[in-house]
């Protein structure tokens, strides 16, 4: 019989009310996970590299992204007969406003 070795208790950090939001913030932000951040910012060791698979939202809003350049395309397509030019104007204003927010909310400029 192999005997079993007891782990570790693990250390927790739980950070004051009024700073919980940044630290969570800065942690998704640095693409690591809380260990990993916690670690790089208490020893200054380099920050490992991020993780190569982008969090759900951001891969949602690449999708979202990907779709509205889709949709532009589609509509420039249509043949002239089938256009209705305010009509097509109107939308490829709200599909530049969609794209907009995306890159805002993918923290880059529009």
Do not use: W
Not at 58 to 71: G, S
């Amino acid at each position: 019989m192999t005997e079993k070795t007891k782990r570790e208790a693990p250390v927790s950090y739980r950070p004051p009310e009024h700073l919980r939001e940044e630290f969570r913030a800065r942690v998704e932000k640095s693409g690591l996970s809380v260990s990993g951040f916690i670690t790089a910012s208490i020893f200054g060791s380099a920050v490992p590299r991020q993780s190569r698979r982008p969090p759900l939202e951001k891969q949602e809003l690449a999708r979202i992204l990907a779709e509205c350049i889709r949709l532009r395309g589609a509509l420039e397509a249509l043949p002239p007969e089938a256009r209705d030019p305010a009509l097509l104007e109107e939308a490829v204003r709200t599909l530049q406003e969609i794209r907009n927010a995306v890159m805002l909310a993918k923290g880059r400029s529009p």
